[in-house]
């Protein structure tokens, strides 16, 4: 005959950790089992991440994977951003630069 289900309270879950080395049903209710978008702090426990930022509004039809913040030696900053087997310069307008000597290109992975 099966028992009634208890709910039980983790006040933070995650708190020892990420362990993925003991079976689940030996585990301590303070370990993470699995973690996804979070932080490990300096003393090793699991924390929120920050949120994201919008870096742009402008609508494209681009399905982007991936933007990076390049800053040079002068220190200016550049957007760089790929998807659709190309690379784009820019945030408000995308200017395509797949074809730029400086950048190589293989299936959608970027060498710079």
């Not at 030996?26 to 702090?41: F, K, M, P, Q, R």
């Not at 920050?50 to 900053?77: C, M, P, Q, Y």
Request: with cysteine; proline share 1%.
């Amino acid at each position: 005959m099966t028992k009634q289900l208890l709910s039980t309270s983790i006040a933070a879950p995650g708190f020892f950790g990420l362990n993925t080395q003991e079976s689940s049903i030996t585990l301590a209710s303070g370990y993470a089992l699995e973690a996804t978008n979070c932080v490990i702090d300096k003393s090793g426990r699991l924390g929120s991440r920050e949120g994201w930022i919008d870096r742009t509004t402008a609508s494209t039809a681009v399905n982007l994977k991936g933007l990076h913040e390049f800053v040079n030696n002068a220190g200016v900053s550049e957007f760089i951003s790929f998807g659709d087997n190309k690379v784009y310069s820019g945030l408000a307008t995308l200017s395509d630069i797949t074809n730029s000597a400086a950048i190589s290109q293989t299936t959608g992975s970027v060498l710079l």
